[in-house]
């Protein structure tokens, strides 16, 4: 016992002070891909390999060029290999989550602030966000610092963190999920396959994302999501800037 507490004194403090500080990415960290417009010949053979067609041709009077939807993007890297233009490379942004209007205009929103009780709800994932989910409340991350705490039950939830492609043997229990959690919530589609259906896509095993079963207040993209992606989907669901750490 001695020895453990002597490491530890020795060790300091490890938790992050994210977000008061960004936190730089390592090297060779794949998040989303960003365009160099100017080498673009609109060859179109990214969008033909991406996985979850996640790269649209959007087209205007004046103009044609590509876009990649966030909540569709698996950060795989495939178009950028693909581009023989080089027209596409590969991005380090990860901080994606997206608030939809129904949360940007509720009024109940301010009512969240310093203390959310967060329900997880696993609708047929894979697992990978799950465990960045679960490095929320371990000592390097610590969620409970920012106010934000994991609950047994959705009777006690204020927030619904919705993990997977809701598959349709799991549609019944992410309903009565919903259900069991009073008013007012917000639900969190968390990682690319909660967002969209990702990889998995919409199919007769898959309902194609959370916001075909439920009403969802936060998309945050990623395959999986990291830590901090997590962290600042729940300081934008709360209505808190995102600078600040208490």
């Not at 103009?63 to 023989?84: L, M």
């Not at 259906?197 to 990291?226: E, Q």
Request: charged share 15%.
């Amino acid at each position: 016992m001695l020895r453990i507490f002597s490491k530890s004194l020795k060790t300091g403090i490890v938790t992050t002070d994210y977000p008061k500080n960004p936190t730089v990415p390592a090297s060779g960290f794949q998040g989303l891909p960003e365009w160099q417009e100017q080498s673009c010949d609109l060859c179109g053979q990214c969008a033909h390999v991406c996985p979850t067609r996640a790269i649209k041709l959007q087209k205007s009077k004046s103009e044609s060029f590509w876009t990649v939807d966030p909540k569709r993007c698996i950060f795989c890297g495939y178009c950028v290999d693909v581009c023989k233009q080089h027209a596409l490379i590969q991005g380090v942004k990860y901080e994606l989550a997206e608030l939809t209007e129904s949360v940007v205009r509720a009024p109940h929103v301010t009512a969240f602030k310093h203390s959310v009780h967060i329900r997880h709800l696993d609708s047929g994932s894979c697992n990978a966000c799950d465990w960045e989910m679960t490095t929320l409340t371990g000592p390097v991350y610590d969620i409970q610092r920012l106010g934000f705490d994991f609950v047994p039950s959705p009777r006690h939830a204020d927030v619904l963190m919705v993990t997977g492609p809701v598959t349709r043997n799991l549609e019944i229990a992410v309903h009565k999920t919903f259900a069991a959690t009073p008013a007012p919530k917000l639900v969190l589609a968390v990682g690319t396959c909660a967002c969209s259906g990702g990889i998995c896509g919409k199919s007769y095993a898959s309902s194609g994302g959370v916001n075909t079963i439920i009403p969802v207040d936060v998309f945050i993209p990623g395959c999986p999501p990291r830590p901090q992606a997590l962290i600042q989907g729940l300081l934008k669901a709360a209505g808190r800037a995102l600078n600040t750490n208490v």
